[in-house]
């Protein structure tokens, strides 16, 4: 047989199967109660709504268009609409700040991309998002810790960059109910970032995809909107804010957007056109017309069914596990992230749990870039109701309290 491997760049030898994308198959076993898969409740998507939307669109004047093949930047109406939406985030821009592309996920993969050359550096949070970590290991950098910030300075960043071989060349953070931990990043750490990132000149990307899913608490300007109001205007700032409409409307269309300066903006069309040529038209158009009609019903409508489950899982938390354990408390958000003691593995636990208790969930390290974290544990609630929590959280409890007494 050939072999493969002396043929594949470089960059192959970093890519990995997700951990996530593998537990999903596990929704399909009626005996497993999982709390593996952070992704919507299919239940909750307005199918409806959609359905009478693509009628519309098929059956209207633009049917042709909906069927071409359309602009790389994207759909004039959906990119009007969510200059709208983003203004009212505090961010004022125009459809020239935005770009559609398929889903947040090519949105980080074209960042890495654009940023990334090998050997140089990402500021990540530590845990962060697998996926991003997927999309900028392809192009070969090397990560450096960006929370906790603490007092380093910031040429420590930039010296153990260039000792490496590269520069540091963005901070990534997810402000708001991060996965993989639910938390969210206070304003004050949210300005550090920025003063960082103007220390070092780099850019900022602010993943935002699930911004609109607060439960409690006030909301915080995403971060381009406190660098709009140190700079003055859009075009002069470094932050690339990564929308997504899969937490709220629909995954399954796979649309999302960058809201950035122009500049920036204009070379990302650039990667669009070489890559996909544009994201689905009528996908689009689908969504230009659901968004103006339907977007805060149905976010309002996903808020309460997910905050019922935060507050169950909370609750069973509490009640069930056993002593040595923490988890966080997130305002909003799909995922609760649980720290178990020092001596536990969560690719061991999980491995055990399928086969005793039934429940799934992910194994914390995946979601480490230097592979530590291993006793930490993703637990999603959007996809299961109350009385699963209750009894998936039971189960994983005694399963946690006999791993603690084997200690």
């Not at 990043?185 to 070092?200: C, F, Q, S, V």
């Not at 409409?245 to 903006?265: D, E, M, Q």
Request: hydrophobic share 45%; glycine share 8%; net charge negative.
């Amino acid at each position: 047989m050939l072999d493969w491997e002396h043929i594949f760049a470089t960059r192959a030898t970093r890519m990995r199967a997700s951990e996530i994308r593998e537990l999903l198959k596990l929704l399909d076993r009626p005996e497993i109660i999982s709390f593996a898969g952070g992704i919507p409740d299919p239940a909750l998507f307005p199918k409806e709504v959609f359905a009478a939307a693509y009628t519309r669109v098929l059956t209207g004047p633009a049917a042709g268009t909906a069927l071409q093949y359309a602009v790389s930047e994207g759909n004039l109406a959906l990119r009007t609409w969510l200059a709208g939406y983003m203004a009212s985030l505090g961010v004022a821009c125009d459809a020239s700040n935005i770009i559609i592309t398929s889903g947040s996920q090519q949105a980080l993969d074209y960042i890495g991309k654009l940023f990334l050359s090998p050997g140089d550096t990402a500021l990540v949070n530590w845990p962060t998002y697998l996926g991003a970590l997927q999309a900028f290991n392809a192009y070969e950098p090397r990560y450096d810790r960006l929370i906790p910030l603490g007092n380093r300075p910031a040429e420590d960043f930039a010296t153990a960059a260039r000792d490496a071989g590269g520069a540091v060349k963005f901070a990534y953070a997810s402000a708001d109910f991060a996965n993989p931990t639910g938390e969210t990043l206070d304003r004050a750490t949210r300005e550090k970032i920025l003063d960082l990132a103007d220390t070092l000149d780099i850019a900022v990307i602010e993943d935002a995809a699930y911004q609109s899913l607060r439960y409690d608490g006030e909301a915080i300007p995403p971060m381009l909107a406190l660098d709009i109001a140190r700079k003055g205007h859009i075009n002069d700032t470094r932050v690339l804010y990564c929308g997504s409409f899969s937490k709220t409307l629909s995954p399954g269309l796979r649309v999302g957007w960058i809201c950035a300066a122009a500049p920036v903006i204009s070379k990302i069309v650039l990667l669009k056109q070489a890559a996909d040529l544009n994201t689905s038209t009528i996908n689009q158009m689908v969504l230009a017309d659901v968004a103006e009609t339907y977007f805060d019903t149905q976010v309002a409508t996903i808020k309460a069914a997910y905050r019922a489950r935060r507050d169950a899982m909370l609750k069973a938390l509490d009640t069930h596990l056993p002593a040595g354990c923490s988890w966080s408390k997130p305002d909003g958000g799909m995922f609760v992230w649980v720290t178990v003691p020092e001596g536990l593995d969560g690719a061991t636990l999980l491995a055990r749990s399928l086969e005793t208790v039934k429940v799934a969930f992910v194994p914390g390290k995946a979601f480490f870039a230097d592979g530590s974290g291993g006793n930490t544990l993703r637990l999603s609630f959007s996809c299961a109701n109350e009385a699963q929590i209750e009894e998936g959280i039971s189960r994983l409890g005694k399963l946690l309290t006999e791993a603690i007494a084997g200690l």
